[in-house]
C-alpha cells in the first residue's frame, strides 16, 4: 500500500503521469456505465426506476429483487439488464473501495499496478450479465440499425466492461477498445438525434479528457476518435446534469470528479450536496466531501463532513454495514488533527485501529496517532504504536515508515 510520504524519483514521476493520463482517458468509457437517471418525486416508479433509487441509495440487495423480477416478467428489457450488470459491478468496487475520486489519482487504488483479487465466479457472472445485454441490444439494432435505446444501452454495455477491464482486471487496452466502442455507439446515437441528451455523456468526458492529455497521448486518443476541449467537454456535461433523462446523476458525477480535477472546489460541493439530499442513506457524496475539504485546505468543512459520517456510522442507519469504518475515523481524526482538536483527533485514531478484520487505514491511523503522539511530547506512547506497527506489518510502507521512527526516536536517546 503507499504511504503518501514515500518519495519518488523522476522516471516514477513519469510513469506516474502517463499512468494518469492513460486513467483519464479510460475514464471517458467508465462511469456512464451505470445509466441512473432521477426518480421522479411523488410518481410511483416502474420496477427500472425503483431498482435505480435502492442502487444509488445503496440497497443493493433490494435492488437485485427488483431487478431479477422484472426480468423475469421482461427478459429483453434494455434497462434492466444494464442495470444488473451495473449492479453486479457497483457491488465490488464498493468493496474494494473504488467508489471514491481520489482512488482514480496517481496514489489512489486503481493506480496500483496489480489486479485485484475477485471472488470465486465473480468475472463469469458479471460477463455473462453483460452478455445478455449484450445480445437483446444486437437483436433489436439487427431489426433496426437506427433504433436509438439500443444504441444507448448497447454502449452503457460497453462502457460497463471499460470499466471493469480498467478498476479490476487492470487491462488497459482491453479497457481502452470497450470505452472507444461505448464513445462511438454514443456519438452516432448524438448524430441521429442531437435532442438525445444522454448520449452527450460519453461525449462530453471525451472532449474534456482529451483537452487535457499530453500531446503524446492526444496522439492515441486521436486514433480512438477523442477529439475536443475541456470547456467543452464541461458544458456538454452540465447539458446532461440538468436535462439529461438516464443519466442525469451520472453526469453531476463526473462534474464532480472534473471540478475537483480543476481546483473548483465549491461547484464540486454544491453537486455533491444535491445528491446527498436526492440519495439520503449514499454515503459517498459526504466521504467526497471529506476528501475535497482536504484538498481545499478547507479542514473545517472537512471535519463538519467527516464528523456527520461517523455520527450514521454510529447510529447504525440504514447501509451502516457498507461504510469503510476505519478510513471514515482515520479520515476524522486527520481533519481533527488539523484544526488542532489533538485529543479528538488520537480517539478517532484509535477507533480506526481497533476496526475488526484491520483494513490498511487501521494501519495507517495507528501510524499518525503515533505521528501525533510524537508530537504532544509522548515519545512513550509513540513508541509503543511504532512497535505494534512495525511487528503487525513490516513489509508495508507503515511498517518501514514505524521502524524508521523508532530508529531515530532511539538515536534522539
Not at 442525469?248 to 473548483?264: C, P, S, T
Not at 476505519?326 to 488520537?346: N, S, T
Amino acid at each position: 500500500m503507499a504511504w503518501e510520504g514515500s518519495n519518488a524519483g523522476p522516471r516514477a514521476e513519469r510513469g506516474a503521469e502517463r499512468r494518469s493520463a492513460l486513467q483519464m482517458l479510460l475514464l471517458t468509457g467508465l462511469v456512464c456505465a451505470v445509466g441512473f437517471g432521477t426518480v421522479a418525486h411523488g410518481a410511483t416508479p416502474d420496477p427500472d426506476d425503483l431498482a435505480l433509487a435502492q442502487i444509488y441509495n445503496l440497497e443493493y440487495d433490494m435492488a437485485h429483487q427488483t431487478l431479477e423480477a422484472q426480468l423475469r416478467l421482461h427478459g429483453d428489457d434494455l434497462r434492466a439488464l444494464n442495470y444488473l450488470g451495473s449492479l453486479t459491478l457497483d457491488e465490488e468496487l464498493l468493496r474494494e473501495g473504488l467508489y471514491s475520486a481520489e482512488a482514480y489519482t496517481n496514489r489512489g487504488v486503481a493506480a496500483r499496478q496489480n489486479r485485484l483479487e475477485m471472488p470465486p465466479g465473480y468475472e463469469k457472472k458479471l460477463m455473462d450479465a453483460l452478455q445478455k445485454a449484450q445480445r437483446a441490444a444486437e437483436a433489436r439494432l439487427g431489426q433496426d440499425s437506427d433504433d436509438q435505446e439500443a444504441l444507448y444501452w448497447a454502449g452503457v454495455t460497453h462502457a460497463t466492461r471499460a470499466e471493469f477491464y480498467f478498476t479490476l482486471k487492470r487491462s488497459y487496452i482491453a479497457s481502452l477498445h470497450e470505452g472507444s466502442a461505448a464513445y462511438k455507439l454514443h456519438q452516432r446515437l448524438y448524430r441521429l438525434n442531437p435532442g438525445y441528451t444522454d448520449a452527450l455523456l460519453v461525449i462530453g468526458m471525451g472532449q474534456y479528457v482529451a483537452g487535457t492529455l499530453p500531446w503524446y497521448i492526444k496522439v492515441l486518443a486521436s486514433i480512438g476518435g477523442f477529439r475536443g476541449s475541456k470547456v467543452r467537454g464541461l458544458d456538454d456535461l452540465r447539458q446532461v446534469s440538468e436535462r439529461g433523462h438516464y443519466a442525469r446523476d451520472d453526469a453531476k458525477i463526473i462534474l464532480v470528479v472534473f471540478y475537483r480535477r480543476e481546483g473548483m472546489y465549491a461547484q464540486a460541493v454544491d453537486v455533491l450536496q444535491g445528491l446527498a439530499r436526492l440519495y439520503p442513506w449514499n454515503f459517498l457524496a459526504l466521504t467526497e466531501m471529506v476528501q475535497i475539504g482536504e484538498a481545499a485546505g478547507d479542514w473545517r468543512s472537512a471535519t463538519r463532513a467527516a464528523d456527520e459520517l461517523v455520527a450514521r456510522l454510529d447510529s447504525r442507519g440504514p447501509g451502516y454495514e457498507l461504510m469503510p469504518a476505519a478510513r471514515i475515523f482515520y479520515e476524522a481524526g486527520k481533519a481533527h488533527e488539523h484544526v488542532g482538536e489533538a485529543d479528538q483527533a488520537l480517539r478517532l485514531y484509535d477507533r480506526a485501529a481497533m476496526v475488526p478484520g484491520k483494513k490498511p487505514f487501521s494501519y495507517q491511523a495507528e501510524l499518525a496517532a503515533a505521528h501525533l503522539e510524537l508530537q504532544l511530547n509522548h515519545p512513550a506512547g509513540a513508541r509503543r504504536r511504532y512497535q505494534q506497527i512495525a511487528d503487525a506489518v513490516p513489509d508495508t510502507a507503515e511498517g518501514k515508515a514505524a521502524r524508521q521512527a523508532l530508529k531515530e526516536i532511539g538515536n534522539r536517546e
